[in-house]
Structures are given as structure tokens and as C-alpha cells.
């Protein structure tokens, strides 16, 4: 069975930082190019960030450029996302999703067929 578990999740004040991890089981990652996304209440869900399945291309959205950093270790069978500076409107659900691409780069706009449960940021004072 595939399945996606995301972790790393939790309260954190305003200017901290969080890591989240995504770990694959059932399946390698080596494959995948994989996104984070987010949902905060109320709102519709919104594409973070994206690596590609070599590592070597990677995209943000503006509103966490320079603030976050999605790194994968294929070794490992994870991807992470480095979240620091982390501002109250970063709180939110995050899932991470993964989509079979051996090649190319990334987007979040496209299709990813794999999702986690989701892990809770919140971030306030």
C-alpha cells in the first residue's frame, strides 16, 4: 500500500522555525517529484513548494520564497520542507503529494496522485 505520513508539525511562535518531513512507505520516492501544499480554514488549498525527482529543480510560491526550503533525501525516503521566519499566516494544514515523474522538473499546478494526511502548523504568539 503507498502511502505518503507527513510529520513535524506543531505550535510555534511568530520568526520560528519547523521542519516537516514526508516519508513514503510502500513505495520510492526516487520516482516522484513531490509538492507541499496547505490549507488554512476557510480557505482553498494552495501549492507551497515542489522538487523534482532528482532533486534538482525546485519551485516556491512567492509568498515563501527565501523563508522556505524543500530538500529531499531519496536515500532516506523522505522530503522535507525547512520552514523558518514562519509568520501567523503561514498556519495552516499541510500535506505533502507525490506524482510519478522520473524526469523534468516540477510544478504545483499539475496532477499528484499520492497525498498524505496532513500535519497542523501554527504559528502565533
Known amino acids: 500500500q503507498l502511502q505518503l505520513v507527513e510529520s513535524g508539525g506543531g505550535l510555534v511562535q511568530p520568526g520560528g522555525s519547523l521542519r516537516l518531513s514526508c516519508a513514503a512507505s510502500?513505495?520510492?520516492?526516487?520516482?516522484?517529484?513531490i509538492a507541499w501544499f496547505r490549507q488554512a480554514p476557510g480557505k482553498e488549498r494552495e501549492g507551497v513548494s515542489c522538487?523534482?525527482?532528482?532533486?534538482?529543480?525546485?519551485n516556491y510560491a512567492d509568498s515563501v520564497k527565501g523563508r522556505f526550503t524543500i530538500s529531499r533525501d531519496n536515500a532516506k525516503n523522505t522530503v522535507y520542507l525547512q520552514m523558518n521566519s514562519l509568520k501567523p499566516e503561514d498556519t495552516a494544514v499541510y500535506y505533502c503529494?507525490?506524482?510519478?515523474?522520473?524526469?523534468?522538473?516540477?510544478?504545483?499546478?499539475?496532477?499528484?496522485?499520492?497525498w498524505g494526511q496532513g500535519t497542523q502548523v501554527t504559528v502565533s504568539s
Open positions: 510502500g513505495f520510492t520516492l526516487h520516482s516522484f517529484r
Open positions: 503529494a507525490a506524482d510519478f515523474s522520473p524526469f523534468g522538473g516540477c510544478a504545483m499546478t499539475t496532477r499528484y496522485d499520492y
Open positions: 522538487i523534482s525527482s532528482s532533486g534538482g529543480r525546485t
